[in-house]
């Protein structure tokens, strides 16, 4: 089973669009990171949370963490078409700060 | 900001043969470096922990003989998949950690393997 669950698996929005996607857990998440890939490059970081109820923002995306450390949302205020990608999210479950555990990524599509 | 370098991006080998990818980080040093596997469409699956001067770290159901991966210096982690097989085609990808005890990871660009 997976240990991460990111939803939706997929979405189409139209450019200016708001959107949010999840990722959740049955753990407690010690440490969330929320990265961005394109097919077959690298990931690009995107923001870190790890206190309870914490919430970042950088340009048009906010991400949360709920107070019990067992959610996270990514929200994108106005879409546009540089925003398309994969939107993975990966934890540390373990509280060791050892590695990272990933969920199976979002791909997001924005229409023009 | 910190970089990793991921060389190749992509390569085609022949069955049998054995395939080198290299992971670096250019502008800090990294006490541990990740290598990742990622199939179409899945999740980054954790191959193995590297540790510098120390043996990898294994995760379940990876095999230590066929993955094999150094970690020599502060700045530089090699994984070689030995005797490559088709199913061994995948993209593979690499992360650093600093040594300052930082709670970031990097990402290498990933490196395309095609067995034929």
């Known amino acids: 089973s997976q240990e991460l669950e990111q939803s939706p698996q997929s979405l189409i929005v139209q450019e200016g669009k708001n959107l949010t996607i999840n990722c959740t857990s049955s753990?407690?998440?010690?440490?969330l990171y929320w990265y961005k890939q394109k097919y077959g490059e690298g990931l690009i970081f995107l923001m870190m949370?790890?206190?309870?109820?914490e919430e970042k923002s950088h340009e048009k995306i906010t991400a949360k963490l709920d107070e019990k450390k067992q959610q996270s949302s990514l929200h994108i205020t106005a879409s546009q078409p540089s925003h398309a990608g994969i939107y993975l999210c990966?934890?540390?479950?373990?509280?060791?700060?050892?590695?990272?555990?990933f969920g199976k990524g979002i791909t997001l599509s924005v229409r023009p | 900001g910190a970089v990793v370098s991921q060389h190749p991006s992509w390569v085609i080998c022949k069955s049998g043969t054995s395939v080198k990818i290299e992971c670096r980080s250019l502008?800090?040093?990294?006490?541990?470096m990740f290598w990742y596997r990622q199939f179409p469409k899945q999740s980054l699956m954790l191959m193995a922990t590297?540790?510098?001067?120390?043996?990898?770290?294994?995760e379940q159901g990876v095999e230590k003989d066929k993955f094999l991966i150094n970690h020599a210096s502060l700045t530089l982690s090699t994984l070689t998949v030995t005797s490559a097989h088709p199913e061994d085609s995948s993209f593979y990808i690499c992360s650093a950690r600093e040594m300052s005890g930082g709670f970031g990871y990097t990402f290498g660009s990933g490196t395309r393997l095609t067995v034929v």
């Open positions: 753990k407690t998440l010690y440490g």
């Open positions: 949370l790890q206190k309870g109820g």
């Open positions: 502008d800090f040093q990294a006490t541990t």
């Open positions: 590297s540790n510098e001067g120390s043996k990898a770290t294994y």
């Open positions: 990966g934890a540390d479950i373990t509280g060791a700060n050892s590695k990272l555990t």
